[in-house]
């Protein structure tokens, strides 16, 4: 199966991921500065968890335009609409062309596997 793949990464991220650089990655002396007093202000987990996303976001791009991926906050009204649709409650998950991997599948490897499979690789 050929084609583009839209990825979803699903958890409760920082308010600081939306309005900085993506992937965490600040361009700026100032937004690395910005980014890091916004992130000390956040509980640990919350934090690992938008890392994570960052890492796995940074481990598709190789793949160009086609992996489309999206961050969706669990707090926003598209995060409540993917957790009824797909009973994520507020677990992390990644959805990846309406599979869903949570839990234990939540292993960047395994996701990464599955895309390149739908790639066709």
Same mark, same amino acid.
């Given at each position: 199966?050929?084609?583009?793949?839209?990825?979803?990464? &699903?958890?409760?991220? +920082?308010?600081?991921?939306?309005?900085?650089?993506?992937?965490?990655?600040?361009?700026?002396?100032?937004?690395?500065?910005?980014?890091?007093?916004?992130?000390?202000?956040?509980?640990?987990?919350?934090?690992?968890?938008?890392?994570?996303?960052?890492?796995?976001?940074?481990?598709?791009?190789?793949?160009?335009?086609?992996?489309?991926?999206?961050?969706?906050?669990?707090?926003?009204?598209?995060?409540?609409?993917?957790?009824?649709?797909?009973?994520?409650?507020?677990? +992390?998950?990644?959805?990846?062309?309406?599979?869903?991997?949570?839990? +234990?599948?939540?292993? +960047?490897?395994?996701?990464?596997?599955?895309? $390149? $499979?739908?790639?066709? &690789?």
């Amino acid at each position: 199966m050929r084609g583009r793949v839209k990825v979803t990464i &699903y958890g409760l991220f +920082p308010t600081v991921y939306f309005t900085a650089a993506p992937c965490c990655r600040f361009t700026t002396p100032e937004e690395e500065r910005y980014g890091a007093e916004q992130l000390q202000e956040y509980p640990w987990w919350m934090v690992h968890d938008l890392r994570q996303a960052a890492a796995l976001v940074e481990r598709l791009s190789k793949y160009g335009g086609s992996v489309r991926v999206e961050l969706v906050s669990a707090d926003s009204l598209k995060g409540v609409w993917l957790s009824l649709r797909y009973g994520l409650g507020g677990e +992390p998950a990644v959805l990846v062309n309406g599979w869903v991997f949570k839990g +234990p599948a939540l292993d +960047p490897d395994t996701i990464e596997d599955f895309v $390149r $499979r739908l790639l066709g &690789y």
